[in-house]
């Protein structure tokens, strides 16, 4: 009997460590989890399972950790940026080119007023504007090379 029970708990523990890849993405619940395949019919439907995307995640990561900063302008427009970064991962996730290709110009046109904005910023905080905005703009890059087909 102990030998059984013995064995049991071996199995038990054995078969419970096995685990599925962690996604901390905060939007993972809110897309499929079902890969996005490229349709013959439709050529022009987007190829990237957004949920396993080590890049998006970080984006998802970055926008709930942006902090805020002194001058309200710069907030506000990183309040934009946040929201248009959100819709564009929306955007691949749904498959929808022309949401994509929309955000992207809003994240351009949001990106280059956050950096004439950065003038007004102490040093230390201009810095810490840049690490994110660095960030974030390699692995919105990294995403659309890889929905592009770059590799």
């Known amino acids: 009997m102990k030998r059984l029970l013995f064995l049991g708990i ?8 096995a685990t599925e890849k962690l996604n901390l993405s905060p939007l993972s619940n809110t897309f499929s ?3 996005k395949s490229v349709d013959p019919e439709n050529s ?3 190829s990237i399972n957004i949920t396993e995307n080590v890049n998006a995640s970080e984006i998802t ?3 709930s950790t942006f902090p ?3 001058n309200s302008a710069v907030n506000d427009e ?7 970064l959100q819709n564009y991962l929306y955007a ?12 992207i110009k809003a994240l351009e046109k949001s990106y280059k007023n956050i950096q004439k904005l950065r003038k007004y910023l102490k040093k230390d905080e201009d810095e810490v504007l840049n690490r994110y905005l660095v960030r974030l703009k390699t692995n919105v890059t990294v ?3 890889s929905v592009n087909g770059k590799k």
């Open 44 to 46: 022009k439907s987007i």
């Open 143 to 145: 995403i659309e090379d």
């Open 61 to 63: 990561n970055l926008i």
């Open 92 to 103: 691949i996730a749904s498959g929808n080119i022309s949401g994509k290709n929309k955000t």
């Open 10 to 17: 071996l199995i038990l523990i054995t078969s419970s460590c």
């Open 33 to 35: 989890s079902d890969s």
């Open 78 to 84: 990183v309040s934009n940026l946040k929201y248009t």
């Open 68 to 70: 805020r900063f002194t």
